[in-house]
T-cell receptor, first 116, second 112 residues
């Protein structure tokens, strides 16, 4: 079974600064995907970024980038130039890549507050 | 392109009653998954349907059930409601093989 661990329950960052959210996972699978989802107060889960395990290059989406360390089973999210709209809960998630399932395993989440 | 639609958005039910939640996936998506979100347990996988068949099931009692129709719309049913079933129920749809799930806004169920 897969597990996803987010050990920091809360973080705070000043607007325009950079923050890094940590995530570790455990799996015996070699083919998988990793995701960061954002859940603002509206409760809508929004995909922020995804990483395929077979890709060595770290994924980047505008101000969001990941540091994927496959051997260490670490998958952190860096948010640059933080904005007030980034205030939300962030979830790290794992998906087996066998194409025969869509079951996501989530971490407990981290509450990020961006201060003006 | 319309997103994932969940109805109703809010529900209040009494212990012992049953409830049915609905999810309409993005057009063309054949996989629909359901998750329960609570402050204590976080996000937990309930089940996944693909082409009208249950493909995966989480560790929930038999009171939780679901189905999927030929148009990929899915329903989940909870019978004999308990106070602990109060949660946000999220539905996600996926295009097979992409590894990317799109979520609805959820149904907030309160059991009193």
């Amino acid at each position: 079974a897969q597990t996803v661990t987010q050990s920091q329950p809360e973080m705070s960052v000043q607007e325009a600064e950079t923050v890094t959210l940590s995530c570790t996972y455990d799996t015996s699978e070699s083919n998988y995907y990793l995701f960061w989802y954002k859940q603002p107060p509206s409760r809508q889960m929004i995909l922020v970024i995804r990483q395929e395990a077979y890709k060595q290059q770290n994924a980047t989406e505008n101000r969001f980038s990941v540091n994927f360390q496959k051997a260490a089973k670490s998958f952190s999210l860096k948010i640059s130039d933080s904005q007030l709209g980034d205030t939300a809960m962030y979830f790290c998630a794992f998906l087996r890549g066998n194409g025969a399932n869509s079951k996501l395993t989530f971490g407990k989440g981290i509450t990020l507050s961006v201060r003006p | 392109k319309a997103g994932v639609t969940q109805t109703p958005r809010y529900l209040i039910k009494t212990r012992g009653q049953q409830v049915t939640l609905s999810c309409s996936p993005i057009s063309g998506h054949r996989s629909v998954s359901w998750y329960q979100q609570t402050p204590g347990q976080g996000l937990q996988f309930l089940f996944e349907y693909f082409s009208e068949t249950q493909r995966n099931k989480g560790n929930f009692p038999g009171r939780f059930s679901g189905r999927q129709f030929s148009n990929s719309r899915s329903e989940m049913n909870v019978s004999t409601l308990e106070l602990g079933d109060s949660a946000l129920y999220l539905c996600a749809s996926s295009l097979a093989g992409t590894g990317e799930a799109f979520f609805g806004q959820g149904t907030r169920l309160t059991v009193v």
